[in-house]
């Protein structure tokens, strides 16, 4: 018998069920290493493809710069969800804070475009003022997203902070 502890090791369900269990989480952990492989892949071709169209494109720098950011803030999006994935792996949970960072990003990622939009020509005023309300409620999403993230990670510290001094008395 090993000497492992009885909180480490999955209780069975029932004949066979520990190995059942094992393997499933095995199959669960190379699943990740496979959504992990390609979404680096797929970030990977992202940029290249971003870099390509921005080199090749026609028009004003300021679109193609604009352009290049929208790419770029893709790759990064996919980037957090490929960092979120080997997070699972390595601690074995899914942690938050790359999902609130992908939504931030994903919000200025949307804020970007429809500045694109807006500067290569006036619309009609019913456009116009869509894309307002667009803006405005992504600016509500990011400042929603930014105070939970906020208080995510204001938390963390404070369990940290509890699990190192519990009882301590506060002066």
Do not use: C, K
Not at 23 to 49: C, N, P, S
Not at 107 to 113: C, G, M, T, V
Not at 145 to 159: E, G, M, N, T
Request: hydrophobic share 55%; charged share 15%.
């Amino acid at each position: 018998m090993g000497t492992s502890t009885p909180e480490s090791v999955p209780r069975p369900v029932g004949r066979g069920g520990g190995r059942a269990l094992r393997v499933l989480a095995g199959l669960e952990r190379l699943a990740l290493y496979l959504v992990a492989v390609l979404f680096l892949v797929a970030a990977l071709g992202v940029l290249a493809t971003t870099l390509v169209d921005v080199v090749r494109a026609q028009g004003p720098w300021w679109v193609r710069l604009a352009d290049l950011f929208e790419g770029l803030l893709l790759g990064v999006i996919i980037l957090e969800i490929y960092s979120s994935v080997l997070i699972a792996i390595t601690r074995g949970r899914f942690s938050v804070e790359p999902f609130l960072i992908i939504g931030i990003v994903a919000a200025l990622r949307h804020i970007l475009s429809i500045g694109v939009q807006v500067a290569l020509g006036p619309g009609s005023e019913v456009e116009s003022q869509h894309q307002l309300l667009d803006v405005g409620t992504n600016v509500a999403i990011i400042f929603v997203l930014v105070a939970a993230l906020a208080l995510v990670r204001w938390s963390s510290r404070w369990s940290e902070d509890e699990a190192v001094t519990p009882g301590a008395a506060t002066e």
